[in-house]
């Protein structure tokens, strides 16, 4: 009886492949391995073998590559024609100021990152600091020369503008939400070579305290970022910005350690560019008080746990701390709830709020533990 419920079923059952088959031939769309939706994987055949490739990236690059600029810089250096003019013997018998002199010109290179159609672009300070001349040549090949809109020293950031149509601003991610371990990728020029793109993962984030700048708050990487990367990007796997790629560890004074980036979170950085944009300069909060970290001593001395806080040695007379009665002698160590640390992190804190916001301190006066409110006021300028 099995056998021939088997031979009654198994012509229908041929039947209903070969048509599957043929429309599968016919109309290829309907395979879901075809569809715009599918993660592209692409697989290969060795030795009769099938094998799985690794997911591309190339669909983010392509989304992200054309924001990416290379910036060339030029400086003007004067130099005397003969290294004997160099001599002190020569120049105390001769007067210096009437040694010819010579101008030559010094390149750099460097990386950016179009934000806006209208042609502002961000990159690092240090690429374009001191330059007389600079170039922004796009992923097409077109070339402009930019001006300085203006820069943000504690941030090394720099804003530059370009007269060229049918720019394409690169996707804003969501630094916020990165993780460490998510995948990153590094698009810039090193060396000079042309763009390049590396790949990574998020090694840390918020990264404070390693004297690169001022103001410090850093996405760390592993992927690959060499000389000539800085003011580039660092991309999610969507090709949308994450970070302004900053800074090499190995060229703050730490050749031994490889394959540590540092980058300015985007979203940091597009605020610097828009501040820098309406008015003239970044607008940060001030709370108005001088501060050193907490010494293990100072904690003793403190009766305090940890070294966790940072003692307030001067109050700006009517600014927000003032106003809100704090005074010298004071040990902050928290604000909005998260614990200040050595200092460094509060004050982050801080400059990232803007001037009118409320924020919760949280400090010990005589033992004791309390809590008042600031209102934040603009930063004043200084220098």
Known sequence: MWMRAFEYLRWPAVFGLLM??????????????????????????VMGQQ???????????NRA??????????KKINRTTHRLFNDPLFRYFYNSADI?????????????VIISEQGYLLTNNHVIYGADEIVVQLQDGRESKARVIGVDLENDLAVLKIELDNLKAIPIGSPQTAQVGDIVLAIGNPFGMGQTVTQGIISATGRYGLGISVFENFIQTDAAINPGNSGGA?????????????????????????????AVPADTAVRTLK?????????????????????PQLAHSF??????????????NKGPAHVAGLQPGDVIVKIN???????????????ESRPGETVDIEFYRNGKLERVQAILEKKPVTG
């Open 51 to 61: 094998y799985e490739g690794m997911t591309s990236y190339a669909d983010a690059v």
């Open 100 to 112: 010819p002199r010579q101008e030559r010109m010094q390149s750099a290179l460097g990386s950016g």
């Open 20 to 45: 599957a088959l043929i429309i599968l031939q016919l109309f290829p769309e309907l395979n879901p391995r075809n569809s715009p939706t599918a993660p592209h994987n692409p697989s290969f055949n």
């Open 303 to 316: 009766q305090l746990d940890s070294t966790n806080g940072v003692l307030i040695t001067r109050i700006y």
């Open 337 to 351: 709830d998260e614990p200040v640390g050595n200092g460094a992190r509060g004050r982050q804190q801080i400059q």
């Open 234 to 262: 660092l991309i999610d796997v969507h090709g949308n910005l994450l970070g302004i790629n900053t800074a090499i560890l190995d060229r703050i004074g730490n050749s031994d350690l490889n394959g540590v980036g540092l």
């Open 65 to 74: 590559a054309p924001s990416v600029v290379n910036i060339f810089t030029r």
């Open 275 to 295: 501040d820098i944009v309406e008015f003239g300069r970044v607008v940060r909060g001030w709370l108005g008080v001088d501060a050193q970290s907490l010494t």
